[in-house]
């Protein structure tokens, strides 16, 4: 079979192929070859380096910039994404890398077992270079719930040991917690967040003061996804150790998010799900074990190495994986790191800032997110006084087909709508969402 492109549409392929262009390509019955898709890749590469080395001397790159940046996405015409706390999308090389992976194992089934293995080491070093740690502390899952099991059923804990959650934690960083307060009896203890969280001291000194000598762990949220907290993990950290306590984070949404360093941060474990503002594709996942905890935590899954210790492969026996998942994850690793973590940080949390700021003139507002950017991210979730949420959900979507969710509990008081603000949402967008508020304010529906 001959794979090479035809003349007329290398051209489309070198300019970074439209997203038409792109579906028509899948369509002619997997007519991409690896050549193809990687000289795609290669275009969106070029594409970004050229903009990066006009826009150097900025900070933080005015619109032209992203905009640029948001046709690298595979949005649907006028599809606007503002709810990547669920599932993000995948940037164009993120997609192609999955398909090629993908097409080795329908063609070349050998290259699954014999080289394919070897491409997974390198994402997970690509994964540990972009936490700032070493490979032999990562763990390749399949999501955050995966990993918060992991340290729950891995701790040698007994009855009357006690653990600290905070009262705004994820189903998947509570029940694995609760089973083990079933089997084995140990305790656990809420500490209030509040809404929002108004500084760091406030949440260090509640969970400080909440702290026995029976406490072995704080289990939190680093990304909160009921009210968008960045909860202080260092700061936890610095006073948890001094009391011999662990610090467990469920960082759900912070890889893609935040320009994180694991190893500054000094937490013990620490899971994610690079499906949300990395790029990646779900159902791959990340688990971060400190060096010197490796030793004292069991492995869930046991098959052949559960037992070899020097470093955290041994919780990583699942047998045969979906491996074309796992190399997506290092190219949508690749993806960022050619914008840049820090650069991607400011922007999220620019946007943000604008849409919070903006929120608070309109009469009625309850912010459930702080303000303060070192405690809040690209999550901001709030409620309108007299307008119900699902109604905002319906409204905005079906307006101006912009997705957001609901998010957190009437009897709570945390019921409201959580809206994501990642590198591909504009201030345009922004506006016409804020416009959709306040005119549901107003009408109070």
């Given at each position: 079979m001959n794979n090479r492109v035809p003349e007329n549409e290398e051209k489309d392929v070198f300019r970074g192929v439209s997203r038409r262009d792109f579906v028509r390509y899948l369509v002619a019955g997997s007519a991409l070859s690896i050549t193809?898709?990687?000289?795609?890749?290669?275009?969106?590469?070029?594409?970004?380096?050229?903009?990066?080395?006009?826009?150097?001397?900025?900070?933080?790159?005015?619109?032209?910039?992203?905009?640029?940046?948001?046709?690298?996405?595979?949005?649907?015409?006028?599809?606007?994404?503002?709810?990547?706390?669920?599932?993000?999308?995948?940037?164009?090389?993120?997609?192609?890398?999955?398909?090629?992976?993908?097409?080795?194992?329908?063609?070349?089934?050998?290259?699954?077992?014999?080289?394919?293995?070897?491409?997974?080491?390198?994402?997970?070093?690509?994964?540990?270079?972009?936490?700032?740690?070493?490979?032999?502390?990562?763990?390749?899952?399949?999501?955050?719930?995966?990993?918060?099991?992991?340290?729950?059923?891995?701790?040698?804990?007994?009855?009357?040991?006690?653990?600290?959650?905070?009262?705004?934690?994820?189903?998947?960083?509570?029940?694995?917690?609760?089973?083990?307060?079933?089997?084995?009896?140990?305790?656990?203890?809420?500490?209030?967040?509040?809404?929002?969280?108004?500084?760091?001291?406030?949440?260090?000194?509640?969970?400080?003061?909440?702290?026995?000598?029976?406490?072995?762990?704080?289990?939190?949220?680093?990304?909160?996804?009921?009210?968008?907290?960045?909860?202080?993990?260092?700061?936890?950290?610095?006073?948890?150790?001094?009391?011999?306590?662990?610090?467990?984070?469920?960082?759900?949404?912070?890889?893609?998010?935040?320009?994180?360093?694991?190893?500054?941060?000094?937490?013990?474990?620490?899971?994610?799900?690079?499906?949300?503002w990395l790029g990646a594709p779900c159902g791959v996942g990340v688990f971060y074990v400190k060096k010197e905890l490796q030793d004292k935590l069991w492995p869930t899954i046991a098959s052949s190495g559960w037992d070899r210790e020097g470093t955290?492969?041994?919780?990583?026996?699942?047998?045969?994986?979906?491996?074309?998942?796992?190399?997506?994850?290092?190219?949508?690793?690749?993806?960022?790191?050619?914008?840049?973590?820090?650069?991607?940080?400011?922007?999220?949390?620019?946007?943000?800032?604008?849409?919070?700021?903006?929120?608070?003139?309109?009469?009625?507002?309850?912010?459930?997110?702080?303000?303060?950017?070192?405690?809040?991210?690209?999550?901001?979730?709030?409620?309108?006084?007299?307008?119900?949420?699902?109604?905002?959900?319906?409204?905005?979507?079906?307006?101006?087909?912009?997705?957001?969710?609901?998010?957190?509990?009437?009897?709570?008081?945390?019921?409201?709508?959580?809206?994501?603000?990642?590198?591909?949402?504009?201030?345009?967008?922004?506006?016409?969402?804020?416009?959709?508020?306040?005119?549901?304010?107003?009408?109070?529906?």
């Amino acid at each position: 079979m001959n794979n090479r492109v035809p003349e007329n549409e290398e051209k489309d392929v070198f300019r970074g192929v439209s997203r038409r262009d792109f579906v028509r390509y899948l369509v002619a019955g997997s007519a991409l070859s690896i050549t193809a898709l990687n000289r795609m890749n290669a275009a969106v590469y070029q594409s970004i380096t050229s903009l990066n080395q006009k826009y150097i001397e900025d900070e933080s790159p005015d619109g032209v910039y992203w905009e640029a940046l948001s046709k690298h996405f595979m949005f649907q015409d006028g599809f606007i994404m503002m709810n990547n706390g669920t599932v993000g999308p995948m940037p164009k090389p993120v997609f192609n890398t999955l398909l090629k992976a993908f097409k080795v194992q329908a063609t070349n089934p050998y290259d699954v077992y014999s080289f394919i293995p070897r491409k997974r080491s390198e994402v997970r070093a690509k994964v540990a270079a972009f936490l700032g740690t070493s490979e032999d502390n990562i763990v390749l899952t399949r999501n955050t719930t995966e990993g918060m099991n992991f340290s729950a059923n891995g701790l040698d804990l007994k009855e009357g040991d006690e653990i600290l959650l905070s009262d705004m934690e994820h189903p998947g960083g509570t029940h694995p917690w609760n089973l083990k307060r079933a089997r084995y009896g140990i305790t656990i203890k809420t500490v209030p967040l509040g809404l929002p969280s108004k500084s760091v001291e406030q949440v260090v000194g509640a969970f400080e003061k909440a702290i026995t000598p029976k406490t072995k762990a704080i289990s939190i949220s680093q990304t909160v996804f009921i009210s968008g907290l960045i909860a202080p993990i260092k700061e936890l950290c610095e006073m948890a150790h001094k009391k011999g306590v662990l610090v467990i984070a469920d960082s759900a949404h912070g890889i893609g998010m935040l320009d994180m360093n694991l190893e500054t941060m000094g937490v013990d474990l620490f899971a994610t799900s690079p499906y949300k503002w990395l790029g990646a594709p779900c159902g791959v996942g990340v688990f971060y074990v400190k060096k010197e905890l490796q030793d004292k935590l069991w492995p869930t899954i046991a098959s052949s190495g559960w037992d070899r210790e020097g470093t955290a492969a041994r919780f990583e026996t699942l047998g045969q994986r979906a491996d074309p998942l796992i190399i997506a994850l290092g190219e949508a690793i690749d993806f960022q790191n050619r914008i840049g973590k820090h650069r991607i940080e400011k922007r999220i949390k620019t946007m943000a800032g604008y849409l919070k700021r903006e929120l608070g003139r309109i009469p009625g507002i309850k912010l459930h997110t702080p303000m303060d950017p070192y405690l809040s991210g690209g999550l901001t979730a709030f409620s309108v006084e007299g307008v119900d949420p699902r109604k905002m959900v319906d409204y905005v979507r079906e307006k101006y087909n912009i997705v957001i969710r609901t998010i957190g509990n009437p009897q709570r008081g945390t019921y409201g709508v959580r809206v994501s603000t990642h590198i591909f949402v504009s201030m345009k967008h922004i506006d016409m969402f804020l416009e959709g508020v306040g005119h549901l304010a107003r009408r109070k529906v």
